[in-house]
């Protein structure tokens, strides 16, 4: 069965204090590992697909990057408007099942 | 353009009525999927369509029932719901892949209220 346990659960930052997120996972197979943004009562916002591990995306203050084991999501000098939930997912060798396995998500607050 | 959208943004219905969510996506994305989502927690896995076909429901109960009439359109009926049920309900899409996983694309979502 997947897993995907992502930590801390929350998170606060001041403006500018750079971190990372972590989401470790278990998957017999990996087919994708996927990160979102969900601010509240909001649908998941897609960030990144990760397929391999030793992988690295970028997008404007995010970066996430892949091991055989966890993906880092890293937050360089945040601001206010990265408060939101990230959620992290993985999809096994489930064949046209597609299912998403997610983690609870990380609650980030950047304080200004 | 990766937009998912879902109305109506908002629904409150009573134990009793009958209504429905729908879904539409432009992406020309093959695979779409029904979601719900409680307060402080992860999504869970409703329903998917592939090509239009039903191909996971997730021991949902009857009261829920999920319909694609097309490859743009996803609706979900609602009847005789309970107040548990009241939840975020999130459409996705996807676009099968032959190797990878396929990144699913979610929408705003339907806040529903049961009383």
């Known amino acids: 069965e997947d897993q995907v346990t992502q930590s801390p659960e929350a998170l606060r930052l001041q403006e500018g204090e750079s971190s990372s997120l972590n989401c470790s996972y278990t998957?017999?197979?990996?087919?994708?590992l996927f990160w979102y943004r969900q601010d509240p009562g909001k649908g998941p916002e897609f960030l990144f697909t990760?397929?391999?591990a030793g992988e690295e995306k970028e997008k404007e203050r995010l970066k996430a990057t892949l091991t055989k084991k966890e993906s880092f999501l890293h937050i360089t000098a945040p601001k206010p408007e990265d408060s939101a939930t990230y959620l992290c997912?993985?999809?096994?060798?489930?064949?046209?099942?597609?299912?998403?396995?997610f983690g609870s998500g990380t609650q980030l607050t950047v304080l200004p | 353009d990766t937009e998912v959208t879902q109305t109506p943004k908002h629904l409150v219905m009573g134990m009793t009525n009958k209504k429905s969510l729908k879904c539409e996506q432009h992406?020309?994305?093959?695979?779409m999927y029904w979601y719900k989502q409680k307060a402080k927690k992860p999504p869970e896995l409703m329903f998917v369509?592939?090509?239009?076909?039903?191909?996971i429901n997730e021991s949902v109960p009857s009261r829920f029932s999920p319909e694609c009439p097309n490859s743009s359109l996803l609706n979900l009926h609602l009847h005789a719901l309970q107040p548990e049920d009241s939840a975020l309900y999130l459409c996705?899409?996807?676009?099968?892949?032959?190797?990878?996983?396929?990144?699913?694309?979610f929408g705003p979502g339907t806040r529903l209220t049961v009383l």
């Open positions: 996705a899409s996807s676009q099968p892949g032959l190797a990878g996983g396929d990144t699913q694309y």
């Open positions: 998957v017999s197979g990996l087919r994708g």
């Open positions: 990760l397929y391999s």
């Open positions: 997912a993985v999809q096994g060798p489930s064949g046209s099942a597609r299912q998403l396995t």
């Open positions: 992406m020309g994305h093959r695979a």
């Open positions: 369509y592939s090509y239009e076909k039903l191909s």
